[in-house]
């Protein structure tokens, strides 16, 4: 898989996605991430890449004119149009289910708005497809990039060095992940649950999912709504109920 990052700071992007996991993915060829400068497709003499709003208000807006160059000359160069996904707190939420979808993408734009955004033609023309990865405002796209960069390369084969560990992460099947413990044993008197060490590992993998129930009922309920609960859920969780009754 190919990442294509259009932004005004590439080197943020570069220095950001150099290391740890995506790093090595990309030394061992399995994905890659590329930075383009909008700046260097302006045809404007300084090199400005904003205008002020048409209408009046507050900051500045990316023209869509160097956008437009700068994507064309990246599609001319892979020789088809690429998805675009643009980085904006007025998109639909990026979630696990989103970073799956867009794992399947062979290329990969994302648009990185600054300023007060971009010219809201570029978005149209490009058929941006608009995700936030949160209610809150960034100074820029860039951070949002990276974030979608790392949830979707996670679903690249091969990118996880245990395919199992993308897997049974927080919010599959919207669980949140349970509780895990290492060495040692007792730490300043805290014990590892005993069932982790009974080798029994029917008894672990029913303990873990219990936990992850009771965690996402605690922590997201939003997410615990759509939760598909088994026979054996449902009556753990009535066996909890009947427990606070007594209680």
Not at 34 to 62: C, S, W
Not at 129 to 152: N, R
Not at 174 to 197: A, D, H, I, K
Not at 226 to 247: A, M, N, P
């Amino acid at each position: 898989m190919r990442f294509h990052i259009l932004t005004l700071f590439p080197e943020m992007i570069l220095s950001g996605m150099g290391t740890s996991i995506i790093g090595r993915a990309q030394r061992d060829g399995l994905l890659s991430v590329e930075a383009r400068n909008i700046r260097d497709y302006t045809t404007e003499k300084h090199g400005h890449v904003d205008d002020y709003p048409y209408g009046g208000g507050a900051g500045m807006l990316m023209q869509a004119d160097p956008i437009l160059r700068c994507y064309r000359a990246l599609s001319e160069e892979l020789q088809c149009s690429p998805r675009v996904i643009y980085t904006t707190p007025q998109g639909k939420l990026f979630d696990q289910g989103a970073a799956k979808e867009l794992a399947r993408e062979e290329e990969l734009v994302i648009l990185c708005g600054h300023y007060e955004g971009v010219d809201e033609r570029a978005l149209a023309l490009l058929h941006a497809d608009c995700y936030s990865i949160g209610d809150y405002v960034l100074t820029g796209g860039e951070l949002p990039a990276m974030v979608m960069v790392d949830a979707i390369s996670r679903m690249v084969p091969g990118v996880l060095s245990n395919r199992e560990s993308g897997e049974t992460e927080s919010l599959e099947g919207s669980l949140l992940e349970y509780p895990q413990y290492t060495r040692p044993e007792v730490y300043e008197g805290l014990r590892v649950p005993p069932v982790l060490l009974s080798g029994d590992h029917g008894r672990v993998d029913r303990w873990r999912r219990e936990q992850a129930l009771l965690r996402t009922r605690e922590r997201r309920p939003d997410l615990f709504r759509r939760v598909e609960l088994t026979k054996q859920d449902k009556k753990f969780l009535r066996s909890l109920e009947e427990l606070d009754g007594e209680i």
